[in-house]
């Protein structure tokens, strides 16, 4: 039997087919991963940097909202930060989706807020996953609750330091 071009070209490829068989058949396969990736210790995507209760004065001013604070239509709060370079931040998600608001003091910053009281502006920031995943009727929904809040105390309590 004469080895042409055409037999050669079959006998290598079954041969790199039976080579390829033989190497996957000898490695271990991959262990199984965990059905949750936080449980096994995995970092969280979006860290809350603010997990403990804020301080007396910012309490005061968003009427004790705090980390685990119902907002109403599913929304909750995160962490909400001490004043931090003249602001607020408020860390809030539903579902795997969340954004921040930042409280300043109206005229600290040049932009139109979105979302005002008397003497405080409110702005969003930081949306996650993406800047598409929060929906316009989310960032109201969000603002009109911290407004709503803000509006009832802040003829009543001091602003708070370093605001």
Request: net charge neutral; glycine share 10%; charged share 20%.
């Amino acid at each position: 039997m004469r080895l042409t071009f055409p037999r050669f070209a079959v006998l290598t490829l079954c041969g790199g087919a039976l080579l390829a068989l033989a190497f996957r058949l000898s490695t271990p396969p991959d262990p199984p991963g965990p059905a949750d990736p936080l449980a096994a210790g995995a970092p969280e995507p979006y860290p809350n940097s603010w997990p403990d209760p804020p301080p007396p004065d910012v309490a005061a001013l968003l009427g004790g909202l705090g980390p685990g604070s119902d907002l109403g239509g599913g929304w909750r709060v995160r962490g909400v930060s001490p004043v931090l370079e003249q602001r607020i931040v408020i860390d809030v998600d539903k579902a795997g989706v969340g954004f921040r608001v930042a409280l300043t003091t109206k005229g600290r910053d040049e932009r139109v807020p979105p979302k005002s009281t008397a003497r405080y502006a409110l702005y969003t920031i930081q949306p996650r996953p993406s800047a598409e995943a929060p929906k316009d009727a989310d960032y109201a929904a969000v603002l009109t609750a911290i407004a709503a809040r803000v509006t009832e105390r802040e003829g009543s309590v001091a602003v708070p330091a370093g605001l």
